[in-house]
């Protein structure tokens, strides 16, 4: 299968417990990625939780699709307060396949996040898929600054 690695780094003015906290909650994943408008069927067992996410897709400006995909998570405060990592994978029925990673440092009094994502596709959807991936990517990056820097 075709694949590709994207990358993406910025800073937020929030320390690392709160970064951490809320990308190892599924529930938070609602808007921050642009196209999962739910989540459900969440499942815990010790680090790991398992969900279903659903992201919904415009077809042609009008016509909703939704796609339900089986994500992965695991949270590793281990390296607390002054590191930790977020990862998983995220399994849609088109068979794209993709492991996500978030490593947050501190940062002076805030905090430096790399988001690395894995893509692996069926041939022919490698360039759609990684273009749709960036974009979330990027918008995850505004979402959660302004989710995690807005005033009290």
Known sequence: M?????????????????VFAHLAEPSHYVGL?????????????????TYTAVERFRLLGVLRHDNLIDATLVAVPDGLPDSAEVFGEVRSPARVRMRYRFVIDRHG??????????????????????????????????VLTDRLTRPA
Not at 34 to 48: E, F, H, I, Q
């Open 33 to 49: 990625s642009p196209l999962v408008v739910a989540v459900r069927d969440v499942r815990r067992d010790g680090g790991t939780v």
């Open 109 to 142: 009094t805030g905090s430096a996040v790399t988001d690395t994502l894995r893509l692996r596709t069926p041939l022919g959807l490698l360039r759609f898929a990684a273009s749709q991936a960036r974009a979330v990517q990027q918008a995850r990056a505004r």
């Open 2 to 18: 075709p694949s590709t690695e994207l990358k993406h780094s910025f800073e937020i003015a929030a320390p690392p417990e709160e």
